[in-house]
């Protein structure tokens, strides 16, 4: 994330060589690392905000600025060096900025190795938490002195433009024109959402190992559905350079069915696009074997996931996935783009009289369904069956994802899931559909498509066990699974 860090550099021989050593970190990056790839460095340059120069710190200044606690032995001692002489101050701005300028800072000590401690000499002093930052900032600059230049932030793009709204205390929504640095320092790393897809041939089995990972990374499942995509959509996805690289991923991507995600966490964009890797599935594999496109993908088309690349390209891929709204995603910047949230099904209907009939016809198996199945077979064609099972929030996070994966684990396919918001009234009439008995659940069909087929009496039980919780909760997890019977097979 962001962060803004201020650097004080005291005493006549540090003013010589500030410049000198402002210089490399401002214009080039910190070339320590230049290890890393050249594109690279233009994420390590620092942003300067606020320069000041003075002649020397007051007492309150230099008790603020120096690293000793008080009580220490060189606290007295570093407060009256910090006063003695002239003192440039410098705020600076850089993803990871306490790490970065701490590392920079361990070589580039002064003639004489350390700073002599003893004596009190402090040539450089950064602040060593955000909390310490922000008292420095307040005594030293006012708002009116921070002048950002968003030439000198890459990560400008993962974040909502700095053209604001802001909640006042009298939760009134207002217009900010410029960015203020101090609330920026103030609220920290700011809660978003972007877009996770899972693409064609990885989330049948994948699923719940992708979604345990989301789960261990701090992201909260706001939206999600699966969907069969067009090739518009799919191109609105893509911008290759070429093509030919074009029409590859797009009848990729419409090669079968795909599983969307919304997810929101603080700094929610750069986060997911740092766990996913190099687009290329080999070239993450090179960079790093836990990159999620180097486990799942296998070239640069199939790479397996695909993450939205900015907070705009964010904002679209949720209208374009979820144009009915999201589920308890409360932030800001979804108020901002003016994303609605769920307050009641779009798909469920009541009317309960609406009831179809199940036909068995040949269709494609979903990717991942090794066992053929042919009208030429009835007996293995009845041996695999769907249920729908509908997991309330109030059973917990953890205990949804631990039944999914041992239902994976049985050999059971996720054939679709979505996460969905119900009224009183939807909730009355699921719970009624749940507890119909098993002969008509085997053949009813909501009217959203989805077949209540139990294949077992224990499915029904759990259902029905379920059914009363579903009336206190409004969010529910929808799962529609797949399984084969691993019985001995009958030849027809």
Request: glycine residues 6%.
């Amino acid at each position: 994330m962001e962060q803004i860090v201020l650097l004080t550099q005291s005493g006549k021989e540090a003013m010589k060589m500030a410049g000198e050593f402002l210089h490399p970190i401002l214009a080039l990056g910190y070339m320590k690392e230049a290890q890393a790839p050249v594109s690279n460095s233009h994420d390590q340059r620092f942003e300067l905000l606020a320069l000041k120069w003075l002649p020397r710190l007051t007492r309150t200044q230099a008790k603020e600025t120096t690293p000793f606690e008080v009580g220490e032995k060189h606290w007295h001692t570093s407060v009256d060096a910090l006063m003695s002489g002239p003192a440039l101050v410098c705020a600076l701005r850089r993803v990871g900025a306490f790490v970065g300028l701490a590392e920079i800072l361990k070589p580039q000590t002064l003639p004489d190795s350390k700073p002599k401690v003893d004596s009190g000499k402090l040539w450089r002093v950064m602040s060593s938490t955000p909390e310490m930052a922000y008292r420095q900032a307040a005594l030293f600059f006012a708002e009116k002195d921070f002048v950002g230049d968003p030439k000198c932030r890459p990560a400008l793009k993962y974040l909502p433009p700095p053209a604001r709204r802001s909640r006042s205390k009298g939760d009134e929504i207002q217009t900010s024109s410029a960015e203020s640095l101090f609330r920026f320092m103030q609220a920290g790393a700011e809660v978003l959402c972007t877009v996770l897809l899972i693409k064609p041939g990885v989330w049948t089995r994948n699923l719940p190992r992708i979604l345990r990972k989301l789960d261990l990374e701090r992201f909260r499942l706001v939206g999600m559905k699966h969907l069969n995509l067009i090739a518009e959509d799919a191109k609105a996805l893509l911008s290759p350079e070429d093509e030919e690289s074009l029409q590859a991923q797009s009848a990729y991507l419409t090669s079968g069915s795909s599983f969307a995600l919304c997810l929101q966490r603080e700094n929610a964009v750069k986060k997911l696009l740092d766990l996913l890797g190099p687009e290329d599935a080999k070239r993450a594999r090179a960079a790093n074997p836990s990159f999620w496109r180097a486990q799942y993908g296998v070239s640069s088309v199939q790479n397996g996931l695909y993450g939205s690349v900015s907070y705009c390209v964010a904002v679209r891929d949720i209208r374009l996935f979820f144009p009915e709204g999201l589920c308890g995603a409360d932030c800001l910047a979804l108020e901002e783009e003016e994303i609605g949230t769920l307050t009641s099904d779009p798909a469920l209907r009541l009317e309960t009289g609406r009831r179809r009939r199940l036909v068995k016809c040949e269709r494609r198996r979903p990717a991942g369904f090794e066992q053929p199945q042919s009208l030429e077979r009835p007996h293995l064609a009845a041996l695999c069956q769907t249920t729908c099972l509908i997991l309330p929030t109030s059973i917990g996070q953890g205990a949804r994802l631990q039944l999914l994966g041992e239902l994976v684990s049985k050999n059971f396919l996720v054939a679709g899931a979505r996460l969905t918001a119900v009224d009183q009234s939807q909730a009355c009439f699921i719970t009624a559909i749940l507890n119909v008995p098993e002969s008509e659940a085997s053949s009813t069909v909501w009217a959203t498509g989805t077949a209540v087929r139990a294949p077992s009496s224990e499915y029904v039980e759990l259902l029905a066990g379920w059914s009363q919780a579903v009336l206190s909760s409004a969010k529910l997890l929808l799962w529609e699974v797949s399984s084969h019977w691993l019985g001995p097979q009958q030849d027809p």
